[in-house]
């Protein structure tokens, strides 16, 4: 009997939803399977079969007990043969990783350019990264599932453009469709390509990776020289109507605050953007970070002082979506404690103004790399979407 | 054969997925539905007829035209036969109507009452006016779907809780259980009936009885004593972890801003809620509307000011969800435009100086009764949802 287009369909949402389960529950076994899928005992085992095949799912090796009879065997995600490969690019920086579906981060190449560079060369030399990540998950007989790319502004997801990066000065860039053509010269054709904003991507990570229930929504703040935020409800990013949802840097934390890049006044950005805290004390980003590490004690009182604001922000967002967990990252986090723990702190004063209780607080688990893995994430999601 | 769970529910999801096309393009005819959704001529036929049967879709009367052979049927949702009931319980009053399947209110009545009652006693009169509504249903030979519930503060939507209305001073009233009790001492059984937050029900108003497409997300934003927002994102309200998105009213516009009832400072509702505008020249809100009525200068001045305050909320709003559309709704809307225009020109200042083009924002169609003809299209919400 031929397969309908909708038996296809069908097929799909439930090996997704296979994967998906022995994702959050390592050591189903296929019985387990069965019963809360509601699929039948054959249509699990031929499933979970094709799926072992596939380089998705492993068996655990069966532990030998004293009971009599096979003991069930039990299922996890494998982490050995199908890899991700997800990258940041930054403002001024790119960083390019190799994943296993188990979060596991394989290899990774790093590369600084100037925010002068032309779109066309960065995007080129980007390419010469992920080419030879590429090929290295050829030499180690691995098979790529395809390559996420978390870019620093709003994108068009459904063409891979990036229609506004204000820290880098590009727009209506058509990311996706280059790096495929820089790609294609390196005789590498036919890989799924995804991009997205770098603080979804980074949000996704958190979701994706996780070794445990996560919340939902689940907010996760990206904290650099841009400040922006991504948004993951029921599974699903929340993107906005145009791709702009979560530019929170552009929040009004005061009517009559300090300028803005963007031209506006009093935004979240023009607080505690990183460039911005740089700039209160007259020096660039990297003076600043020498500054802290060395302990001078205006660079930490900027910091401090940013802090609270961030405090404002999160508060502002747990008001308004009422996330499940809310996890912070990005370069501002790594220049030691003082910035976050002012933001928790003001966080917390304001909660329990109102006799609330603030949801948990975390840094990511990736550091510095949460958008590049989350741009790995990127890929998963997309592949385990049920439609 | 006997007809399996799946299969119900596939039934299910068919049968609402033609309701929602035939209410977004009447005259669709049941060829065109076919086409449209894959299923088969005789699939469609069957289920559109059990549709006219239970009273949700009619045939409009075939026109006659010149053509030979017979013209297609053209469909159309029912808006005679099946009754939706809503209410809105305010602050001090409330409002319940009756309401078709295309949005027509057919009925509705009003009852104010002292905020110091308590709450079984304001359940008690609500759970009259539902009543009567419900037998005007039956003596009109129609037939009720539900009844919908939009209460002032956070609600847990599961077992129809409300947890916290802080302008009623409410915590923990079980809504649906108190009013489905005294519903059946009047013999009114089996009613399904829903609780929600009222600018989430408003926001459903918005999306359930559209003309037209509306803008995904669509922002509900509730002005009055209380200040509150509604987000409906793909079709699905967004809630948060614990109900509580959506409190806009304490977002705070400035660290330092005027004491909330809440108990923090600088709140969005400390600004330009209702009882806070009219605090701020000594009067209490009927006062405050009589004023504005006469003219007042100072009166005035407060609604031309909090309206700035509004606007930066609005755009608070706006860079972190990217809505579609902003709709307004609410009491303090009906107090001239003063306020309304305030908020547009501060609104669009802030977007045009980051040369940005705000979304839409136009003011509830259903204006004073947004929350009880929302909470209608909540029953219809329930209903119309595939799972």
């Known amino acids: 009997m031929a397969i309908t287009g909708d038996q296809r369909l069908l097929k799909r949402i439930n090996r997704m939803a296979l994967v998906r389960l022995v994702r959050s529950q390592p050591g189903l076994s296929r019985a387990e399977l069965s019963s809360l899928t509601g699929l039948t005992k054959s249509t699990v085992s031929l499933l979970v079969q094709e799926l072992i095949d596939d380089g998705w799912l492993c068996e655990d090796s069966i532990l030998v007990t004293g009971a009599i009879g096979r003991r069930p065997t039990p299922l ?9 490969i997800g990258a940041e690019l930054g403002i001024g920086s790119m960083c390019v990783v190799r994943m296993s579906l188990d979060g596991c981060i394989l290899g990774q190449e790093y590369a600084e350019f100037s925010v002068q560079t032309d779109a066309d060369s960065v995007l080129g030399m ?19 599932l395809g390559i996420g790319i978390g870019v620093p502004g ?9 229609v506004v990066a204000p820290n880098l000065g590009w727009r209506n860039v058509p990311v996706k469709l280059t790096l495929e053509t820089a790609l294609l010269k390196r005789g590498l054709v036919d890989i799924p390509l995804f991009v997205q904003n770098d603080c979804d991507v980074a949000a996704l990570g958190e979701v994706e990776f996780a070794n445990s229930a996560v919340g939902d929504p689940l907010l996760y703040l990206g904290l650099g020289v841009g400040v922006g935020a991504g948004v993951v409800v029921g599974g699903r990013l929340l ?27 009093g935004c979240a950005e023009a607080y505690f953007g990183l ?48 996330p499940g967990a809310i996890v912070l990252g990005g370069q501002t986090c790594s220049l030691g404690n003082y910035f976050v723990d002012s933001a928790r702190s003001t966080f917390n004063e304001l909660a329990h103004a109102a006799n609330l209780e603030v949801p948990p607080v975390t840094e990511s688990r990736f550091g510095s790399q949460a958008v590049a ?15």
């Open 126 to 144: 980007l390419a010469d990264l992920l080419g030879r990540q590429v090929e290295l998950v050829g030499t180690e007989n691995r098979h790529l």
């Open 373 to 387: 893995t989350g741009a790995a994430a990127l890929v998963l999601h997309e592949l385990l979407l049920p439609i």
């Open 275 to 322: 460039r911005s805290m740089a700039q209160s004390i007259h020096c660039d980003v990297e003076e600043l970070q020498t500054k802290v590490k060395a302990g001078d004690s205006a660079a930490i009182e900027v910091l401090r002082a940013g802090g609270k604001h961030l405090g404002m922000l999160m508060h502002n967002l747990w008001v308004t979506l009422d």
């Open 154 to 162: 709003s994108v068009r997801e459904d063409v891979g453009i990036l």
């Open 76 to 84: 996890r995600l494998d982490g050995q043969r199908l890899v991700l």
């Open 239 to 265: 993107l906005g109507a145009t791709g702009f949802a979560g530019e929170v840097g552009h929040i009004q934390l005061q009517a009559d605050g300090p300028r803005c890049s963007c031209g506006r006044s």
